[in-house]
Structure formats: structure tokens, C-alpha cells
């Protein structure tokens, strides 16, 4: 049941506006009907169809389950809203760097991967 999007220019959408203008709107359900139809409170779903709350996993199950909406899908689509506001924010963010002195110079420590740790250092 998920509608093509339109190219938008500003970048990617909110999943919430997506589900919204697509979705809910089209089958002229109130948010407090389309809340009691997935089993979540009025207000979690106003606030994510407000783009004022991030589409949990849990949520894009209910929305697939009841409104047949693409679960993955639904899911990318937060994922590159996440990633496009971040990018939007990358300079404000203020870190020391982290350096590691080597014989003659400083080099770049590189930190192992969360997967890359062994169980002994958990």
C-alpha cells in the first residue's frame, strides 16, 4: 500500500509525514481511530505523524500489520531522514580528537567496531 514517492528536493522525508498524506488521510481515518486500530496511544501516534517522534520498529510492525505498509521500507525511510538531519547538525557537534602518539608524529587511533570486540573485553 505504499504510494511512490515524489522527488522532494529538500531531502528525505519523515516517515510520519509519509504515513500521514498517503495513508491516513486518504482513508479518512482520525488519528484517534488509526491509534485504536494499531493498539498504540493517540498522542505516541500524533507525535510521530507530526514528525515530532522517530518511527520505532515496533510501530512500523503495527503499520504493516493493520494498514499493509512496507515494513522495510518504512524503516529506510527513517534511516535517511536520521542520517539527513544529522548531516545537518555535523558542525555544530564539538569533540576532542582522540590521538595516539607514535614515534615521530601523531597518528589517528582507529577504534575497533562494536562486533569487532571479544567477549573477553565486555
Known amino acids: 500500500m505504499m504510494a511512490k514517492l515524489e522527488n522532494h528536493s529538500v ?3 519523515h516517515p510520519g509525514h509519509f504515513v500521514r ?8 481515518l482520525s488519528v484517534k481511530d488509526a491509534a485504536e486500530a494499531l493498539g498504540v496511544h493517540r498522542v505516541a501516534l500524533s507525535r510521530f505523524l507530526n514528525e515530532q517522534a522517530a518511527l520505532s ?3 512500523a510492525i503495527r503499520l504493516h500489520k493493520a494498514l499493509g ?3 522495510e521500507e518504512l524503516m529506510r ?3 535517511d531522514y536520521d542520517i539527513q538531519q544529522a548531516k545537518k547538525r555535523f ?3 564539538r569533540v576532542a580528537s582522540i590521538r595516539k602518539t607514535g614515534i615521530g608524529s601523531e597518528q589517528q587511533l582507529a577504534l575497533p567496531l562494536p562486533w569487532q570486540f571479544s567477549r573477553s573485553c565486555e
Open 11 to 13: 531531502g528525505p522525508l
Open 21 to 28: 498524506k498517503n495513508v491516513i488521510d486518504p482513508l479518512g
Open 57 to 59: 520498529p515496533d510501530m
Open 69 to 71: 505498509a512496507n515494513f
Open 77 to 79: 525511510m527513517q534511516n
Open 91 to 93: 558542525g555544530e557537534i
